[in-house]
């Protein structure tokens, strides 16, 4: 082997026994090479290309059945010399080993291919209920790397749940490239039968992003939902506006209601849990879902804070507990404070403490149930009627939205209100913008509000007020 690259022939050789990069670029500079060569053997053709690069494409010669063959190693620079060495080496190996690594290099390709094809054959047999649960372990499961978050708050429970009831006793197992528009109106169709037409919309919704999903992971070419739209199905929602507050102009006692239901607990016959929780969603403004799952942990009934790390749009909200809210979450914590969770469900583990935390439709059933004036079903309370109230039926989030429209009544403003709620602006600009701390003004809101819970539920009036106490980090 020569110390110098040679240009005076048509073959090229290392400084070293091997090629370096720059050094093989630098070789093929000269036109007249035809051919590389380095230690093992390996060689290269050299094939330009009009505009004058050049690619090499390495062979190695063996013998195998007493005849010479040629082994293609790759093809620089596509393939780079270290992955062109590895291939050349596996080959040697095959040799040794008493094989031709062509064929085995076929084999390989031929086997790959039967993979593929095995991988589209089950790729057409997957079912919508399979595919729905792999859904929701990849992408809806909440996870969280360094400042990103992904995946729902709650983990695509209450989607599955939907899913569970109406979507998979009648596409579940049919395979999910055999699904067609049809099939998915008709159980669209049976939810705004049933005059859900709320729910409707959101299991379109729902619906449109699992099959998305399906798109993009290869399962299906095309979307069933594609061309369907809200106003195909559900229409545009009208929002509740239901409130436990008299806000006409012309009232002289716009907290009737409330009243109302305060003198109607005592014969519904709830457990004292669910009455207490009553209170603390109107005097917190909190939904449902946050106080069915909040744990002792996060009560920090020394400070009156309550910490909500996971919440509806994904960003983690503090309360401030007034008297009125303490006063609840208090005796809540002398019947659940030997469990974790404020609202411990049903269920109990080998050693007797709860499993879980209580569902929160299991509470909004509770308050519907005793709005109901017809026969109560089997299983259920029959205290029907004692909650209903002469504003109409009534849900644990207009309670929310009640304690919302008091702060207003308290000539709270609007902005403050929002951030009680934990509203994220619908203008972009604004929640970027927007950082500024306002947490004093939001305990003087809860203050207030409590104060206005504690007259109207209690009869009693403070002349107490509450200074702001700084939030801790």
């Known amino acids: 082997m020569t110390d110098t690259i040679q240009t005076t022939t048509s073959t090229a050789k290392p400084k070293g026994d091997r090629w370096q990069h720059k050094e093989l670029e630098a070789a093929l500079k000269s036109h007249t090479i035809t051919r590389v060569s380095e230690a093992g053997g390996l060689y290269g053709v050299v094939k330009r290309l009009k505009d004058g690069s050049a690619s090499v494409w390495f062979r190695w010669r063996f013998r195998h059945g007493g005849k010479l063959v040629d082994f293609t190693a790759g093809s620089w620079p596509g393939d780079s010399l270290a992955t062109i060495r590895q291939a050349h080496e596996w080959a040697q190996s095959e040799v040794k080993a008493g094989r031709n690594p062509n064929a085995t290099r076929q084999l390989s390709k031929v086997k790959e291919a039967q993979t593929q094809a095995e991988q589209i054959r089950i790729h057409e047999t997957e079912t919508v209920e399979a595919l729905a649960l792999k859904w929701q372990s990849v992408e809806l499961t909440k996870r969280v790397s360094g400042e990103q978050e992904t995946g729902r708050f709650d983990n695509g429970v209450e989607l599955i749940r ?16 055999a699904v067609t528009k049809t099939d998915c109106l008709h ?15 959101r299991l379109l919704n729902d619906l449109t992003q699992f099959f998305n999903w399906c798109r993009r992971m290869g399962y299906i070419q095309a979307h069933p939902l594609e061309d369907v739209r809200r106003k195909d199905i559900g229409g545009k929602a009208t929002p509740r506006d239901r409130v436990l507050w008299d806000v006409s102009p012309t009232t002289t006692q716009p907290e009737a209601e409330l009243q109302e239901l305060r003198d109607r607990l005592p014969s519904a016959r709830l457990q004292r849990e669910s009455e207490l929780t009553i209170w603390i969603l ?56 030997t469990s974790p969770w404020v609202l411990p469900g049903r269920n109990t583990r080998k050693d007797g403490t709860p499993a879980d935390h209580v569902c929160p439709k299991s509470l909004a059933k509770q308050f519907g149930d005793r709005q109901e004036r017809d026969t109560p079903m089997s299983g259920r309370t029959k205290a029907t009627g004692t909650l209903s109230l002469p504003g109409g039926k009534w849900t644990p989030h207009d309670l929310r939205r009640t304690g919302a429209t008091i702060m207003a009544h308290l000539g709270v403003s609007v902005d403050i209100i929002e951030k009680c709620l934990n509203h994220t602006p619908a203008n972009p600009l604004i929640a970027v913008y927007q950082v500024s701390n306002r947490w004093p003004e939001q305990q003087i809101a809860w203050n207030n509000l409590g104060a206005e819970l504690n007259r109207v539920v209690y009869g009693k009036t403070s002349n107490v007020v509450a200074l702001p106490l700084k939030l801790s980090a």
Do not use: C, Y
């Open 162 to 177: 939907s899913f569970t009831k109406d979507v998979f006793p009648a596409i579940g197992s049919k395979p999910v490239q």
């Open 282 to 337: 109107l005097s917190t403004m909190a939904r449902v879902g946050e106080i069915a799952k909040a744990q002792w942990k996060d009560v920090d009934l020394t400070k009156g804070v309550w910490f909500l790390p996971e919440t509806k749009n994904g960003k983690a909200h503090h309360i401030h507990l007034s008297t009125f809210a303490l006063r609840h979450f208090r005796e809540l914590h002398t019947l659940t404070g």
């Open 187 to 201: 159980v669209l169709n049976s939810v705004k039968e049933r005059g859900a037409l709320r729910m409707a919309n």
